[in-house]
Every structure is written in structure tokens, then in C-alpha cells.
């Protein structure tokens, strides 16, 4: 299987389980992995034939800022079902990452996988 990628992605959302964090926007990051077969846009050269990684982070950051979930465990697996449902994306793998949440850790967050791979 191939891989599309998306790194470090960016949105700022309401995420968070205290009532300080119902007030405010957080950052959250994401990193994904997309799993697809490339060899026929290899061939023809053509976007249409291949996952449009622009696309894709686009639809992945307007739902996220829209969201208003409190764990980042919702929030990775509502992103997983939107592009799983959205997008010809066979097998992905999300982190998400909400760094500055620990004061003691650089970062924190989840890792899922979803979908068949292979
Ligand atoms: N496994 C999780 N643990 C925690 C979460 C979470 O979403 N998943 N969230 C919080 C708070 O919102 C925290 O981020 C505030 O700093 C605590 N633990």
C-alpha cells in the first residue's frame, strides 16, 4: 500500500474537558498517514487520480474548527470517519497532538489507526 501524508497540521478549536477550555481555542496538531494506491496518477499525471492532500486538509481543518468535543479521542475518530467516508482513503493513521496541555510534557495526544489495510 502507499502512502499520502499530511504533517503537522494546525487548527486552533474549542477542545477540552475543564470548563476553562469550553472559553477558548487550543491548538491541535495532526500528523496522517493515508493509505491509497499512487500508480495511477503516476501514470496519467493527473490529480484527479490520486488523493488531493490539499483537499484533504482543508475538509479536515473546517470540521475540526467547527468541532467543540471535549477528548481528543472524538476528535481523531470523527476526523477518521470523515475522510474514510469523504475521500477514497482505504486504511489511515491520525496522530493528534494538543501540545501545551501538560505543563510537564512538550506534547500529548492520541494515535489511531482505521480501516483495512493491505
Ligand atoms: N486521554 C485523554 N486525557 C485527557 C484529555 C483527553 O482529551 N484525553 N483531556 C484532558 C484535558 O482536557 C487537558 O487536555 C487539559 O490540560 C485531560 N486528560
Redesign the pocket.
Known amino acids: 500500500m502507499d502512502i499520502v501524508f499530511i504533517k503537522q497540521l494546525e487548527v486552533r478549536t474549542v ?4 470548563d476553562w ?1 469550553r472559553e477558548i481555542k487550543q491548538k491541535l496538531v495532526f500528523d496522517l498517514q493515508l493509505g491509497t494506491d499512487i500508480k495511477k496518477a503516476a501514470a496519467s499525471d493527473a490529480l484527479n487520480d490520486t488523493l488531493d492532500y490539499k483537499a484533504i486538509s482543508h475538509a479536515i481543518h473546517d470540521f475540526v474548527e467547527a468541532s467543540e468535543y ?4 472524538t476528535v481523531a475518530e470523527k476526523v477518521a470517519e470523515m475522510v474514510l467516508r469523504d475521500f477514497p482513503v482505504k486504511w489511515l493513521s491520525i496522530e493528534l497532538n ?1 501540545p501545551g ?2 505543563s510537564i510534557a512538550q506534547s ?1 495526544g ?1 494515535k489511531i489507526e482505521r480501516g483495512q489495510r493491505g
Open positions: 477542545i477540552g474537558v475543564f477550555e471535549q477528548l481528543v479521542e494538543k496541555a501538560v500529548v492520541v
